[in-house]
C-alpha cells in the first residue's frame, strides 16, 4: 500500500460543484481553504446556509480518496481530483474507516476529520447516474457513504501535491463517522 499523500489540491472562489486543481493550498486556521468559497467559521454550504446560517462550519476541507476514484473508472467514469469538489484528494488512507476527531498532519497545516460527506443530487446533476456509485446500501438497511469525509483547520500553513499524510487517532472512546 502507499504510504499516505496528498494525491490533489484543488479550491474554487465560487460556488461550483468541482474545483480547479492546484500544486499548493494555504490552510487557515479556523476558517478553511485560502481563496475557496467554502471556507468560513459558520457554514458555507448554501444548503446549509438555508438551514441555520450561524451553525458552526465543519466542512471547512472536503477530503476524498483517489481510489475512489480508481474504483469509479471501473463503472466509467473518469475523475480528475477535485471532480467532486474536494479540496484535498489522498491516496494510502482508508478516510472512510477514520474516527471522528481524527487528525490529518499534512505538510505544515493540521486538520481535524469532523465527519462523512453526506453525497447529494448535485452529483447526478454533475453526472448522471454517478450517485448510485456514492453510496452502498448493505442488507442491514444502512447506508455506506463513499464521498469523502469533511473536517476543520486546527493549525494553518501550506500543503502542496506529494507531502505525506501523517495520521493521529483521537484520545478516548472512539467515534464513527457520521454524515456533517
Not at 474507516?97 to 453525497?119: D, S, Y
Amino acid at each position: 500500500m502507499n504510504k499516505p499523500h496528498v494525491f490533489g489540491l484543488a479550491r474554487s472562489m465560487a460556488h461550483h460543484f468541482s474545483k480547479l486543481p492546484c500544486d499548493s493550498l494555504c490552510l487557515i486556521e479556523g476558517l478553511g481553504v485560502e481563496g475557496d468559497a467554502h471556507a468560513g467559521v459558520t457554514v458555507q454550504h448554501l444548503s446549509r446556509i438555508k438551514q441555520d446560517p450561524d451553525q458552526p462550519n465543519l466542512r471547512q476541507v472536503h477530503l476524498i480518496h483517489a481510489e475512489l476514484l480508481d474504483d469509479l473508472v471501473e463503472h466509467g467514469y473518469v475523475l480528475a481530483p477535485g471532480a467532486l469538489g474536494e479540496n484535498v484528494t489522498t491516496r494510502g488512507i482508508d478516510l472512510l474507516a477514520l474516527h471522528e476527531g481524527t487528525r490529518l498532519h499534512i505538510g505544515e497545516a493540521v486538520i481535524r476529520v469532523t465527519g462523512l460527506r453526506n453525497p447529494c443530487r448535485q452529483i447526478d446533476d454533475f453526472m448522471p447516474g454517478l450517485l448510485k456509485h456514492m453510496i452502498e446500501k448493505p442488507a442491514d438497511g444502512s447506508l455506506n457513504r463513499k464521498c469523502g469525509v469533511m473536517a476543520v483547520v486546527e493549525h494553518g500553513g501550506e500543503i502542496a501535491v506529494g507531502a505525506p499524510i501523517r495520521i493521529e487517532e483521537p484520545a478516548g472512546p472512539r467515534r464513527r463517522l457520521e454524515p456533517v
